[in-house]
């Protein structure tokens, strides 16, 4: 089949799926790793912070809570609100109207107070100048929902819970010596070695602080079976959990005890989290039908989503991060007892550079951005593609080669000895794969481009795809999800929580691994192993950013993940979702952090 023809077989299919979606049908969405550009924790750290809070920035809007319900359509359901108990967006999301880091990433990246009074700084004497501590004074009178006080010793206590392995914590807190409560409202964090760039620990919404009284029994082995507790945990946020039904739907109502009441907030009284369908059926339901105030992540052809704009019940939210789909080639055996563990390696795809080049050089970057994503996709070959000074050479693969492929196939002696248009390697192996990925028309119209690249070098994909609360459910339950990796090949989005480059990519580390023994925890999904990356990784984590090394070696780690062949970076991805046009206070779309991180500024009207 020619490719104008695929292309817009393609886009029919997409138009179909949306028609299908009325009546229930996919699943999709993306993880959340870690971040952009860093600034040096000196006087110049002042350019990337900023010392307002949201409740500070919105008028006061009367009573608190006087607003009614708001409906949030989050089509991957959460499966839990302990956000420290999972890596999966679509809980970070659920978790982060509850509990509140020390400070957020704001959509431009800067650092924004939550639970902290300011961002400590070498300037402010918040940061040791030899970058070994860091010091964070906390806001007065913050009081849990349950009434008591939050202090220091809660801070310390998150520490202590994540510390304990067997707690199956997703917050690193690898170089972090200790956490001192210096009195009740101040703690400081003392690292194992200096750390320039200090905004790593309960910072944003994969690191937030949770109350000692109500998880004290449920440290260690004992955390997964906190059901209540990681339900519906004690908070400071705007509001707290009434009812969570997991993959299904959370309801929350507004906490009476949150700070920002006395000027009116949050507005509404109640929200809901609505779980299920797919993208294109959220997307509807806000911007077409306007049935619901918030459609979270639309992934969604434009030539579909656009017309649903037109109707002007909502308005579409978008900005880039340094969220990238990508395909993980798994570097353990998903068909070995047991699967996908580092003690069995892939017997193909296994430290082969040179086949990921060539499957990598097969595809065409620009049809994937025509098909699913238009003006919100751009083409990529490397996971950081955020900041000029960060870009590396590796842009070999923005143009399709098909002959430098093949090329490189025959040179590994990767011949179709059969006839069957498949090549096998020279211990007669086929270049037969699994590859998964959400369920959701844009990656399956994605795949389909992919499988039809790869068939042209001989190289065949059995392609299947999961429902997407369980394919980012960071609880594991199911085998299908992205952390157990039971397939050859998997495809979604990584992006960054924060703009640290060098937080980010330590996610490529070998002690980040998911196997049984970390029940399923790390996020080095691909089982990437480089002695070379992990020395160099540890090397730049000690380096101030205005370090000219810094930059080279954020450029070498991103380099090396590629020449690993453990990743196939595909498309730089704008975060895209809907909001009613009558809801007014959100601002700019937050890629760097949650989406709701100031939905206690939300008014309707």
């Known amino acids: 089949m020619n490719r104008s023809l695929l292309l817009r077989l393609l886009a029919l299919l997409a ?42 920035d919105a008028a006061p809007t009367g009573e608190a809570g006087s607003g009614g319900e708001v409906l949030l359509l989050q089509w991957q359901a959460p499966s839990q609100a302990n956000a420290l108990l999972s890596t999966g967006t679509k809980d970070l999301l659920a978790s982060s109207l509850v509990i509140e880091p020390l400070a957020w990433y704001g959509p431009d990246g800067a650092l924004v107070p939550a639970l902290a009074a300011e961002i400590p700084t070498v300037d402010n004497g918040g940061v040791a100048e030899d970058f070994m501590s860091i010091t964070w004074t906390l806001k007065d009178g913050v009081v849990w929902s349950d009434g008591t006080p939050f202090t220091a010793d809660d801070v310390v206590f998150t520490w202590e819970y994540c510390t304990d392995e067997a707690t199956g914590c997703s917050a690193d807190f690898t170089q972090v010596d200790s956490v001192t409560a210096d009195d009740a409202g101040t703690v400081t964090v003392n690292f194992t070695d200096p750390l320039p760039y200090p905004y790593l620990h309960f910072v944003s919404y994969t690191q937030p602080i949770i109350q000692r009284a109500q998880f004290a029994d449920c440290v260690g082995a004992a955390a997964a079976g906190c059901t209540d507790q990681n339900f519906a945990p004690v908070g400071t946020g705007p509001y707290s959990v009434t009812d969570l039904r997991p993959e299904d739907t959370v309801t929350y109502a507004m906490n009476p005890n949150y700070r920002g009441v006395a000027e009116g907030k949050p507005f509404f009284g109640t929200v809901t989290i609505k779980g299920g369908g797919d993208a294109e059926s959220t997307a509807r339901s806000v911007l077409e039908i306007g049935e619901a105030d918030y459609a979270w992540n639309l992934q969604v052809a434009p ?80 996971v950081w593609p ?16 098909l002959e430098e492929a093949n090329q490189i196939l025959d040179d590994l002696g990767y011949v179709d000895t059969d006839g069957d248009g498949v090549r096998e390697t020279d211990d007669g192996l086929p270049l037969d794969f699994t590859y998964a990925t959400s369920t959701n028309a844009v990656r399956q119209s994605n795949q389909e481009l992919v499988k039809a690249n790869w068939s042209e070098i001989g190289v065949n994909v059995e392609m299947t795809n ?22 050859d090949m998997e495809m979604f989005t990584n992006g960054s929580s924060g703009p640290d480059p060098v937080n980010y990519l330590q996610s490529w580390k070998s002690d980040q691994i998911p196997s049984s023994a970390t029940s399923w925890g790390g996020d080095n999904m691909p089982r990437m192993q480089s002695a070379e990356y992990d020395t160099l990784w540890d090397e730049t984590a000690q380096l101030a950013v205005t370090d000219p090394a810094y930059t080279d070696n954020v450029k070498r780690l991103q380099d090396l993940m590629i020449e690993s062949g453990a990743v196939i970076a595909l498309i730089h991805r704008a975060n895209v979702s809907a909001i009613s046009s009558d809801i007014t206070g959100i601002g700019d779309l937050n890629g760097w952090d949650s989406e709701y991180w100031n939905i206690a500024d939300w008014v309707r009207g």
């Not at 870690?34 to 000196?42: G, S």
């Not at 070995?336 to 080049?357: G, K, V, Y």
């Not at 999961?466 to 397939?487: H, P, R, V």
């Open 466 to 487: 999961e429902d997407a609360s369980l394919f980012f459910d960071g609880t594991c339950a199911s085998d299908a999800c992205i952390w157990k990796f039971f397939n």
């Open 15 to 56: 138009v179909f799926a949306l028609v299908a979606a009325a009546c229930g049908g996919d699943s999709e969405e993306d993880t959340s790793g870690e971040e952009t550009e860093a600034e040096e924790a000196t006087d110049d750290t002042a350019d990337t912070t900023d010392e307002t809070t949201p409740e500070e």
């Open 303 to 382: 030539e579909i989503l656009e017309p649903m704009a037109a109707a002007g019940n909502a308005v579409l939210l978008s900005g880039f991060a340094a969220n990238v789909e990508h395909i993980n080639l798994n570097q353990t055996d998903p068909d070995a007892d047991p699967p996908s563990e580092i003690t069995n390696p892939h017997p193909i795809l296994f430290n082969n550079p040179e086949l990921a080049r060539a499957l990598s050089l097969a595809i065409n970057r620009d049809d994937l951005v025509t098909v699913g994503y238009g003006a919100a996709g751009v083409p990529t070959c490397t």
């Open 386 to 401: 955020v900041g000029d000074q960060y870009s590396t050479n590796n842009d070999w693969c923005l143009t399709q080669n």
